[in-house]
């Protein structure tokens, strides 16, 4: 089994950065493949980048292609996501989820197994 713990998130001015971080409890941490998924106020969670245990890039939603950088540190048993230019438009609540070790369907809340308590990020314009 294992435990995620977010943390990170904040409130931020328009053009600014934040850097989440997941960290991953359990010696089968570096086993999954590691999401990060956001949900604003009366939307659907949406997927925002992946990371898989191999040297497969990783993914990104286009919404945040050229901003968001997630990287994993296998030795802390964390996953990063640095955001930058950070946009009202990316405030939501930010989860990370442990599932599948490569990217087939990152997206999908469905295939992962394990969630962490989410961290809020706001961004005022």
């Known amino acids: 089994q294992v435990q995620l713990v977010e943390s990170g998130g904040g409130s931020v001015q328009t053009g600014g950065s934040l850097r989440l971080a997941c960290a991953g409890s359990?010696?089968?941490?570096?086993?999954?493949?590691i999401a990060w998924f956001r949900q604003a106020p009366g939307k659907e969670r949406e997927g925002v980048s992946f990371i898989g245990t191999g040297d497969d890039s990783p993914y990104y939603a286009d919404s945040v292609k050229g901003r968001f950088t997630i990287s994993r540190d296998n030795v802390k048993n964390t996953v990063y996501l640095q955001m930058n230019i950070l946009k009202p438009e990316d405030s939501a609540i930010y989860y990370c989820a442990a599932g599948p070790r490569h990217g087939f369907s990152w997206s999908r809340p469905s295939v992962y197994t394990y969630w962490g308590q989410g961290t809020q990020v706001t961004v005022s314009s």
């Open positions: 359990g010696s089968t941490f570096t086993n999954y493949g």
